[in-house]
């Protein structure tokens, strides 16, 4: 899930809806410091924030994380392959992963 699209959906969605993003900390049950820090992209937004701002909006994962400048496309955007060669590939691989982990992990608590 790219964390920029949704970050961009749900700072949208707050310009609508002209509701603050201190309403929407309190609605979420985290401090305002918190979600600023979230929607400025210097924290990850964690699985349980993400269901949360689902509900508050009434938005599905898929239409939060859904980006509206782009055409759907069935082919992959990445392949995979070769190795990692140096330290910055390594975290940024990890970060991928960790990315890839929340997604499934939103995707299993959507479908319970």
């Not at 959906?9 to 201190?22: A, F, P």
């Not at 990692?84 to 997604?103: V, W």
């Amino acid at each position: 899930m790219n964390n920029t699209v949704v970050i961009e959906n749900i700072k949208k969605w707050l310009k609508q809806t002209k509701s603050s993003q201190v309403w929407l900390a309190e609605q979420i049950q985290v401090s305002p410091t918190m979600l600023s820090q979230m929607l400025k992209g210097e924290r990850k937004i964690q699985t349980k924030h993400l269901i949360s701002i689902c509900k508050v909006t009434g938005m599905t994962p898929n239409q939060l994380a859904k980006d509206e400048n782009k055409q759907d496309s069935n082919e992959p955007a990445y392949v995979l392959m070769g190795e990692l060669s140096s330290r910055e590939s390594t975290r940024e691989f990890k970060k991928l992963l960790l990315d890839i982990k929340s997604y499934v992990d939103l995707e299993a608590m959507t479908h319970e």
